[in-house]
């Protein structure tokens, strides 16, 4: 299996709910190696661009405005099998459906706060993670 590079958005709902150490350290604990992290408040419209793939669905809008809501902390994240087994460790988009143990299923309220994003292919976390970080701050 490859070392690959994924990215993790903790989402406001995390951030608000002061949750960001309980779910780095589970991150950590799953052998995930911090490349870099920050906090930052999308606009609306980085957060549309962030989520240009999924315009034009029905939960497109209010995505946009939820992730524009306040603070959000992107994490580049290095580990062999790195995509894979982050969305093994964050659970199913929604959480009723997430497994126990998961992230999601742990501390997400609902489909759409649903607590972190996780790139879904090595060629997208690569992508997403230059949308929040230079090569020099993957360190
Ligand atoms: N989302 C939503 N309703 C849906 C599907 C998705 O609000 O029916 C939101 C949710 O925050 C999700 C994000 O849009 O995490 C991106 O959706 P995707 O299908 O890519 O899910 P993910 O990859 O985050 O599990
Ligand atoms: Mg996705």
């Known amino acids: 299996m490859a070392v690959e590079r994924t990215l993790a958005i903790?989402?406001?709902?995390?951030?608000?709910k002061n949750l960001q150490g309980?779910?780095?350290a589970?991150?950590?604990?799953?052998?995930?190696?911090v490349l870099s992290m920050k906090q930052t408040r999308l606009t609306k419209e980085m957060a549309g661009g962030?989520?240009?793939?999924?315009k034009g669905r029905p939960f497109y809008d209010g995505l946009v405005e939820f992730m524009s809501s306040g603070?959000?902390?992107?994490?580049?994240?290095?580990?062999?099998?790195?995509v894979?087994?982050?969305r093994t460790l964050i659970g199913a988009t929604d959480p009723a459906q997430a497994s126990p143990g998961t992230i999601r299923k742990q501390f997400a309220d609902n489909k759409g706060e649903n607590i972190v994003h996780g790139s879904d292919s090595p060629e997208n976390g690569r992508i997403e993670i230059s949308f929040f970080f230079s090569e020099?701050?993957?360190?």
């Not at 903790?10 to 608000?16: E, M, Q, R, S, T």
């Open 22 to 24: 309980e779910v780095l």
């Open 136 to 139: 020099s701050e993957l360190i």
């Open 26 to 33: 589970k991150i950590q604990k799953a052998g995930f190696r």
């Open 84 to 86: 894979a087994d982050f």
């Open 50 to 54: 962030f989520y240009a793939v999924h």
């Open 71 to 82: 603070p959000c902390l992107p994490i580049a994240l290095e580990k062999t099998n790195a």
């Open 10 to 16: 903790l989402k406001p709902d995390c951030v608000k």
